[in-house]
Structures are given as C-alpha cells and as structure tokens.
C-alpha cells in the first residue's frame, strides 16, 4: 500500500532554485517544499530566466559558481524585480562573495552549503519575511497614489460643478431680492425651489468632496473656540429651507450661556447639516429639535439633534455609519441618498477629537448626538486657530 504523504499547509511563497548540480536541486526543493513553499528549479540561467515572473516569485536561490549566474543572470533577474530578494548560495569550502558584488547586485546574503540545511532555512525565512514587507509597503504607497489620484478627480470635478451650481444660486439670489421688479408669487416660488435643489446638490458635491480629503489624508481641521449660539441663524435658514414643504416644526434650544466648544466651525456646520437634513428628509409631522448642553464633569457639550420621524431599529444603529450604508427597508429606500453623510460626520467629529452616537427605535424618531470638547478658557482667536493634519 502507498505511504500516504504528510500535508503540508501552502505557504504561499514561491521560490527559484538555480543550481547546475542535479543533487542541489533536488535536495534543496524537498527541503523547502516540507515548509510549503512552491519551487522552481533551473539548472543554467537561461532556464532560470524563462521561469523568472516578477511579482510571482518571491526569492531566488542561485549558486555562486555557475558561470554566468552572479553576474549576467541576477542582474537580469534584478532588472525584471526590483524587489524580489536574492540569496546566493556558495561551495563547501567557504568561498565568500565580496561584499561590494553584493551591494552593486543587491543580493540580500549569501549562504554556505557547508553550514547544513537549517541554516538555509532560516535565510530563507528572514528573506520572505523582507518579502512580505516589501509588498506591503509597494502596496501601501499603490493605495496612497490611488487616493490622491481619486482626491484630485474628485476635487476637480466638485470644482467644475461648483461652478455653475454657484451661479445658478447666485442669479436666484438676484431675482428674488430684486425690489425694482418683484416676481409674481408663483415664479418666485419656482424660483425658490430651483435654488433649494441647487444648494442641496452642492451640499452633495461637498460632501463627497470631504470624504475624498479624507480617504487621501489631505483633510486639515483649523480647532477653534466655537460659540454654538452664533450657529443659530443659519442652521435656521437651512431648516427653513429643507422643511418648507412640511408640517415639521423647527425648535433651537440652545442657551446663548452655554461655553464655547473646540470645533472647526466649518466642518461643525458639515456634521449638523447631515443630521439635519437627514431629520427633516425621515420626519414627515412633530418637529425637529436642536439642544446642547454641558456633559461629564463639565468639559464636554453634548450637541442634540433630535427628530419624530421614522426611527431606526436598534441593529442599524452602528450600520449607518459604514460608508454607503443604509436602513434597508422598502420605507427608508423611498427617501434616497447617498449613504455617505453619517460616515463623513462620524470621521469629522473624530479630527476633531468628538463622538457621535445615536439613539432610536422604529416610530419613535431618533437623536444624533455630537459630543465635542469646551474649548479652553485662554481661546485663542480664529485667526490664530491650531492646524491639525488627518
Ligand atoms: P443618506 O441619508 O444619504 O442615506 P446617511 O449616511 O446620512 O446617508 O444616513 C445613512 C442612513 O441612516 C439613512 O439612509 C437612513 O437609513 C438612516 N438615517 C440617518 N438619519 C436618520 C434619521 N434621522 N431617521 C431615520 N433614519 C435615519
């Protein structure tokens, strides 16, 4: 009956074995293959080349005194990889390759066949483990340059949509205050209605415009000393904006004795304005509310924008902060969007050193609560505000 061989768990690596002794090959590839590497063996260079793939082979193993192979070959190996690693392996009468051959070849060591097979080995290891960091480093600055190139697309085309979406403001603005000829009553509103669409969709571009900063780690956050009640007028335009086709009533309790908290006050607007029009887009009658006040021992404020719309089911309640993530029911579907303004929200709060939780239940409407820092009594003026970097 066969001997049924033992398994041998993949490790994943690959390595080329060259050497023009057949005994060599085939000792070193059983040696290795015990540890589940795959082997590829070549016994001159030109094999060894047409079995050279970069990025598929993880280390070469090449005999110092094939004709040719220190030279020629791994320079040829070298140009195809810059970062595969390179061991050579030398005779048994302990010849050393010349320090300077290694650094112009940039061959990672050399191992002695006289100093057995564990030795090998750990050369092996400590090499695919330079390998795998190699690997993630390349992949590491792949993703970065993928980001900024992503940052870019995006910054340029949120810039060109800017464009005319601030003149389209820009003329409604003009019509509607324009005392010498006023509109007739349904123009206005017409009117009214393309520059509500026209700021939400730049509310949109903004957004995602935020998110791509973020994702490339070129958002900045300017931490200032942010008075809350000084917020009050325009988050009360934008109510009346986004509720003026609903029976929702708008409530700001905000005590103007409040202190002021540590915040970007853009990317403070930024946050409030996806719970808001998320609260007035969920709630179709009751009102919708904004409330602060200090919490913990007083070093905190807690910013409450609380709603009674729709409500959201406990086990959504972590969920909605996932990018692109939504309550998916056919009710909530109904409403649209993006899936992108809490996690946006939840990474600002976070550059600026807050929290964001929340609590609901189906029906019962829900509140979003940004926790931010009281800012330091000695505040420095917005001109001279800290600079921090995501
Ligand atoms: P969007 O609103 O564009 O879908 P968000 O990230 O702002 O994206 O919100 C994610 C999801 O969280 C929403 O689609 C909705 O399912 C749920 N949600 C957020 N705010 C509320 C709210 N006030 N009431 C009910 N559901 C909400």
Partial sequence: MARK?????PSGFTILVVDDKEEILTSTRLLLEKEGHRILTASNGEEALAL??????????????????????????RQRDADVQILLQTGYSGEKPPRKMLRSLDIQGYHDKSEGPERLLLWVDVALKEAVHLKQVKETEQLKTQLLIKEHF???????????LSIILGYSEILLDDTSSPLPA?????????QRQADNLRFLVNNFLDLAKIGAETMTVALQAVCLSDLQGEVEELMRFLLVDKAVAFVWQVSAALPAVQADRQKLLVILRNFLSNAAKFTERGEVQVMAALAGSGEEVEIKVQDSGIGIAPEYHELIFELFRQVDSSSTRHFGGTGIGLALARKLADLM????AVESAP??????????????VAVLPASASVLHTA
């Fill in 353 to 356: 050193g807050g929290e964001i």
């Fill in 154 to 164: 995006l910054t340029n085309v949120s810039h060109e949509m800017r464009t005319p």
């Fill in 363 to 376: 029906g019962m409407g829900s509140t979003f609560t940004l926790k931010l820092k009281v800012a330091p």
């Fill in 186 to 194: 349904q123009a206005r509103q017409q009117i009214e209605r393309i």
């Fill in 52 to 77: 050279f793939h970069p990025d598929q082979v993880h280390l070469v193993i090449v005999d110092y005194f094939m004709p040719e192979m220190s030279g020629v070959v791994v320079q040829a190996i």
């Fill in 5 to 9: 061989r033992a398994t041998v768990e």
